[in-house]
């Protein structure tokens, strides 16, 4: 089995259904899924995509090598310069193309961060159904996510996979960019925050199953989302903000999220 196949795992519950993994043959997908613990898992050279909501781009940058190299380069620029300071002008040099090019993909850069966001919120979606398959006590699953949403994700290791480790600290500092706009009541017609209100939901239904009394689940867990950017991008840049001491950031995020999340629920 030489040649790369593309495998699809299917499972109505989960989100596991809506991704494609390409492996080498059909006993690797086995190894990955059932026995590899997840750095494992996610270290190895192997391509997960989701579909995004086609109102988010003109043309789909998952049909063609170089709308790849479009949202590859992009996140690269975005970590390196900022949402701000990025431009399709210095994208299009970045990847030796012109700007008329971008914008046959991409309306403007917010839609192109859009784009991004989506990707990731449907791959932490993922990962967090795959750490809760085997955990049955609640409290277990609520910290198992408090690390997920606390903790960088590990770089890729393959060249078709995006930089999961800057995607996650772009999340941190830009993605309430995305919908802190004011036609924000006319871009969610679309759906195109969809993955993250999933994300949200999946949260929210598990802070039910903890308490079931606990009136908003819902936004508890929209909270603990936001509270995990805004302390770790804190942490990092205006760390008087917190109460961060000798920890570093991760053990320090986890830590508040778990006392502020387990106070709240009792």
């Known amino acids: 089995m030489g040649k790369d196949k593309h495998i699809f795992i299917n499972n109505s519950n989960t989100i596991i259904n809506k991704c494609k993994i390409i492996v080498n043959d059909i006993f690797t997908i086995f190894l990955l899924i059932f026995t590899l613990p997840l750095p494992k898992l996610f270290s190895m050279d192997f391509q997960i995509t989701f579909k995004v909501n086609e109102n988010i781009y003109l043309r789909n940058p998952e049909s063609s090598e170089l709308g790849k190299q479009i949202v590859r380069k992009a996140i690269d620029l975005m970590h390196d310069l900022g949402f701000e300071q990025f431009t399709f002008k210095k994208l299009a040099i970045e990847i030796k193309t012109t700007?008329?090019?971008?914008?046959?993909?991409?309306?403007?850069?917010?839609?192109?961060?859009?784009?991004?966001?989506?990707?990731?919120?449907?791959?932490?979606?993922?990962?967090?159904?795959?750490?809760?398959?085997?955990?049955?006590?609640?409290?277990a699953k609520l910290k198992t996510i408090i690390h997920l949403l606390t903790h960088e994700l590990p770089e890729s290791s393959g060249s078709h996979n995006f930089?999961?480790?800057?995607l996650n600290q772009i999340v941190i500092a830009e993605s309430s960019k995305v919908y802190l706009v004011k036609d924000v009541a006319a871009i969610n017609k679309n759906e195109v925050f969809k993955p993250y209100k999933d994300l949200c939901a999946t949260i929210a239904d598990i802070i039910s199953s903890y308490n079931p009394k606990y009136k908003y689940p819902r936004s508890l867990s929209s909270t603990l989302v936001e509270i995990s950017h805004d302390q770790q991008f804190f942490v990092d840049n205006l760390p008087k903000l917190t109460d961060i001491g000798s920890k570093?950031?991760?053990?320090?995020?986890?830590?508040?999220?778990?006392?502020?999340?387990f106070r709240v629920l009792g």
């Open 99 to 139: 700007e008329a090019t971008i914008y046959r993909y991409f309306e403007n850069k917010h839609r192109l961060l859009l784009y991004i966001l989506n990707w990731y919120w449907s791959y932490l979606e993922f990962l967090v159904m795959f750490q809760l398959k085997n955990i049955k006590v609640n409290k």
């Open 248 to 261: 570093n950031r991760e053990e320090f995020t986890a830590s508040y999220l778990e006392d502020l999340l």
């Open 163 to 166: 930089n999961k480790k800057l």
